[in-house]
Structure formats: C-alpha cells, structure tokens
C-alpha cells in the first residue's frame, strides 16, 4: 500500500483531501450510503483516433460498510480485505492470475489491546502453507520490539521509535517533538529522507539530501486552522530564492488558484481551477496545457461518468457504477 492510500481515513465522504494523481481521487466528494462503487478507465489508443479500456490497471472496486469505512477494494488481480483501512491493516490478500484463478492469499490476525499483527499466514494453489507469527519481546517496562517476517518495529512509551529490515539495511527513525514527529530514512547508514508530520499527520516539512546524505534543501508546507495546505516554500541549494506556491481557496473551500514565485520577485498565477454546482473540478488551466472535466451524474448526484477534454476531444474517461444501502 503506498503512503496516500494508508493515509485516508474515517472522513471518506466528507472531506477527502487525496491526490489527484492517486486513484482514490474518485473517492473525493461522494454522496449517500454507497455499498460498492466499481470504476473502468479509459483512453486515447496509441494513434489517438479512440478511446479504449485500461485492461492492464484501468479497473477497481471499492466496497464500503455503512459507516461509509472501506473494508475492501478489489482490482485487476487483487482483492484486499481490511481489519483497518486508515490503519493500512489487512485482514486478506488475495492474488489471481490473468484467467481470474486464485494463485496466493495471506491472511492476518490481530491483536484486539493492542492492535498488532500475531500471526501472518501465506497459502499458495500448490497447496503449501506458510505460517509467520510475528513475536513481541518485552526488552523493559517501557520497551519492546515487534518481530515481523522481514523487519522489526522498537517501542518505547507506546511509540514506535525506529523501524529496520533483518539485513540492516534500511532504517526508519522516529523523534517526536510535542504534537509532532519526525521520520528519517536511512540506507546503509546514509540518510535519504526526513518528513516531519503536525498532530493531525500533516506533512510539514522535508529535508532533501544528496547521495552522500549531505543536507541540499528543505520544503516547508503551511496551512490553515481548516487543515487546507495554503503555502509551500521550497529552498534548495542551486535555487537563488526560496520558491513560494500560495494555494487560494474559495468560500466552499475549493482550491481556485495555485500561484508560484518568490517574495523577491512575487507571485504569479500558475493553475486556475474552476467547479459545478456539485463541488466536482469542471476546469483547470495552467501546467502548459488547459484541461475540462465533463460529468454525468445519478440521482444521489455522485458522476457515474467523467471525461476530460483537451483542445476539444475527449482524451480520458472514467465510468463507474454504484450500488447504494437500501
């Protein structure tokens, strides 16, 4: 599961803030009580004369309980079942090969206290089996190591303080300063990375290192009281200014506007966003191309189709049916 994924949480219909180069953007801005929502992609063929189904990722299905929470998705090959979706917590995992015949599934389970993985299963259609019992070492009062197949996790005080693979080759560290907390990735010993995250898991700065893990530059991000990122600063090395992106937000809370420059030089508009009456992005120009977001909709007023188009075309569309709580 990437970072994105595992950072959606509860707020699923109300207030998504995902990416729009991530697949749950279509999970933003959803009405009434969906049960499943099935999507399929498609776009232009390589001589761009017709649009054509995305076989090889273009298909997924998200399931949901009636507490709006995800507790499956299901894509081309595989279906995930949750313990806890915000968590990235896997109860299944199932694999299928091109004719749609089960080839492997892991199955997890769960300590109820506190949470952690006891044991781990793998089952192939070989019929081998495979069971990993992730252990808990109490080291001292205050702290232990959760074993996994491939990594360790080290609490102290209830708060994981470093994460690292069995050949000690990857490192994770983690420092908490008051609300926030800090994670450093190290390989071989060499940092690679350093993200430092606000209370509410808000990334609020990154450090940039070079291959040699020398410090080249940071990113700092800001933003409101309503957790909406309003200004990004980012300072490099080889940058002779700091550079400034300022994000304007309608009455709706509704990005409008991305403006980009330095306080040397001052702002200029870079990306303009325009929306339906559904809150639904309908315009975006900037970034070299200018793009407009077409869209169908049922009766509870989710889209069941979306077209961008570009210099007049259809270029990209997306169907997806959905099945509501009675």
């Known amino acids: 599961m990437n970072i994105i994924r595992n950072k959606y949480t509860q707020r699923n219909h109300k207030d998504s803030n995902m990416s729009n180069n991530s697949g749950l953007i279509k999970l933003n801005n ?8 099935s999507h399929k992609d498609y776009c232009l063929n390589e001589d761009e004369s017709a649009l054509v ?8 299905t998200f399931f949901f309980n009636e507490e709006c929470e ?3 998705e299901a894509g081309r090959t595989s279906v995930i079942t949750y313990y806890n979706f915000s968590e990235g917590k896997i109860l299944r995992w199932e694999w299928y090969d091109e004719g749609n015949n089960l080839i492997q599934y892991e199955t997890y389970e769960y300590d109820n206290i506190s949470g952690f993985a006891i044991n781990y299963y793998i089952k192939r259609s070989d019929g081998s089996e495979k069971r990993i019992q ?4 109490k080291i001292n009062e205050n702290t232990f190591m959760h074993h996994y197949e491939y990594y360790d996790d080290l609490y102290v005080n209830d708060k994981l303080v470093e994460r690292r693979n069995h050949d000690n080759i990857m490192r994770i560290k983690y420092e908490y300063v008051g609300s926030s907390h800090t994670e450093k990735r190290y390989i071989r ?13 808000f990334l609020i700065k990154q450090m940039f290192y070079d291959e040699k893990g020398v410090n080249i530059g940071n990113e700092i991000l800001k933003y409101d009281v309503d957790n909406k990122l309003i200004e990004t600063i980012t300072n490099k090395k ?5 550079i400034h992106e300022v994000y304007v937000y ?17 702002l200029e508009t870079a990306n303009k966003y325009e929306y339906d009456s559904q809150k639904n992005l309908i315009y975006k120009s ?3 191309e200018n793009a407009r977001f077409q869209y169908t909709y049922d009766d509870c007023g989710n889209w069941i189709e979306m077209m961008t188009i570009k210099d007049s075309r259809v270029v990209f569309k997306t169907t997806r049916e959905i099945e509501y709580f009675k």
Not at 238 to 242: D, Q
Request: aromatic share 16%; proline share 3%.
């Open 238 to 242: 080889e940058y002779k200014f700091p």
């Open 250 to 266: 309608d009455v709706n809370n509704l990005l409008i506007e991305k403006q980009f420059g330095s306080s040397e030089y001052g």
């Open 70 to 72: 995800i507790i499956k």
């Open 189 to 201: 010993g060499v940092i690679q990375s350093s993200y430092t995250f606000n209370e509410f898991d």
């Open 286 to 288: 900037g970034d070299w």
């Open 30 to 37: 959803l009405k009434g009580a969906i049960k499943q929502m």
């Open 53 to 60: 189904y995305m076989d090889d990722s273009g298909t997924y």
């Open 134 to 137: 992730p252990m808990i070492e």
